[in-house]
C-alpha cells in the first residue's frame, strides 16, 4: 500500500489528520474502536452518536505503531487495551500471531510494555456494547478475523517548562527549528525582551514562549515568520505568535 507523506514531523503518515484531531479530543479514560475490515462501523458510531474515521486499505498494527507516540495507555486501568474474544461455540479461536502483531506495534510506538500485553478478552456480544459508547470508531483495511482492538486513553504527560526571556532567544529558537524570520522582525526582538513573556497571553497556562516556539518550529519548517514593525509590546506581541503559518 502506498502511503503518503506527513505533513507534520514526529507523525507517522498513517495518522490522517482526521485521526489526529480525534486523538487530541479525546480526555482521560475515553477509548477508541480500531475495527477489522469485517466489523459494523457504520451502524456502530451511529448507535454511539461518534465519529467514523475511515482508514481503509491500512492493517491494524500500522495504526498502533502511529497512535502509541501520541497517546498513553490508561495508567489507571489494568487493562487499557481490549480485543474481542473468538465466539468458542462456533469453534472460532483467537490468533496468537494477530495479538502478537497488536502488542508489538504498540511496544514499538513506545507504549508501556506491560499495559499493552495486558490484554482484556471481551466476548464478542458484550464487546459489541462496549464499542456501542466509544469516543470514535476507526474503519481499518485490517482482513484478520476478530482483529478489532479498543484502546482507553490515559494522562498526557504534561512537562514543567520554567519561565523563559523572549526577545532574540524566540527567534533563535525558531532559527533552529528551520524557520526563517524576515529582517524587520527585529522590531519583535526589540520590544519583547524586556519583558518576561508568560503564556497566558496565548491562553495557555503551562508553557513559556520559547520553549513553544521552538517545538512548533519543527512542524513548520520551510515557512518565514513574518512579523510588523512593534511599536507597543502589550498590543502587538501576541500578533507576533499568529504569523507562523503562511507558506514562502
Given amino acids: 500500500v502506498k502511503t503518503r507523506a506527513s505533513m507534520l514531523h514526529g507523525v507517522d503518515p498513517?495518522?490522517?489528520?482526521e485521526l489526529l484531531d480525534v486523538l487530541f479530543r479525546m480526555g482521560h479514560g475515553d477509548k477508541i474502536l480500531l475495527a477489522d475490515a469485517h466489523f459494523p462501523g457504520e451502524s456502530t458510531a451511529s448507535r454511539a452518536g461518534c465519529r467514523l474515521i475511515r482508514c481503509d486499505g491500512i492493517?491494524?498494527?500500522t495504526l498502533l505503531r502511529g497512535i502509541a507516540p501520541l497517546i498513553p495507555l490508561d495508567q489507571y486501568d489494568e487493562k487499557p487495551v481490549m480485543m474481542m474474544a473468538a465466539e468458542k461455540d462456533s469453534g472460532d479461536?483467537?490468533?496468537?500471531?494477530?495479538?502478537?502483531?497488536y502488542v508489538t506495534s504498540l511496544i514499538a510506538g513506545g507504549a508501556d510494555a506491560q499495559k499493552a500485553a495486558s490484554i482484556a478478552w471481551i466476548p464478542r456480544f458484550e464487546f459489541y456494547d462496549l464499542a456501542d459508547k466509544v469516543f470514535?470508531?476507526?474503519?481499518?483495511?485490517?482482513?484478520?478475523?476478530y482483529g478489532n482492538v479498543i484502546l482507553q486513553k490515559g494522562v498526557c504527560a504534561v512537562p514543567s517548562i520554567e519561565p523563559i526571556s523572549v526577545g532574540s532567544a524566540s527567534i533563535k529558537a525558531l532559527q533552529k527549528g528551520g524557520?526563517?524570520?524576515?529582517?524587520?522582525?527585529?522590531?519583535?526582538?526589540?520590544a519583547a525582551a524586556s519583558s518576561n513573556f508568560s503564556a497566558a497571553h496565548l491562553g495557555l497556562k503551562t508553557h513559556r514562549a520559547v520553549p513553544m516556539l521552538a517545538s512548533m518550529a519543527p512542524m513548520v519548517r520551510g515557512t518565514r515568520l513574518l512579523a510588523p514593525k512593534l511599536s507597543s509590546y502589550n498590543s502587538h506581541v501576541l500578533k507576533c505568535f499568529r504569523m507562523i503559518a503562511k507558506k514562502r
Avoid: Q, W, Y
Avoid at 470514535?136 to 478475523?145: D, F, L, N
Fill in 179 to 190: 524557520v526563517s524570520p524576515l529582517p524587520h522582525t527585529r522590531s519583535f526582538s526589540t
Fill in 93 to 101: 479461536v483467537n490468533d496468537p500471531e494477530v495479538e502478537a502483531a
Fill in 136 to 145: 470514535a470508531v476507526v474503519m481499518t483495511g485490517e482482513t484478520a478475523k
Fill in 59 to 61: 492493517n491494524v498494527p
Fill in 14 to 17: 498513517a495518522i490522517s489528520a
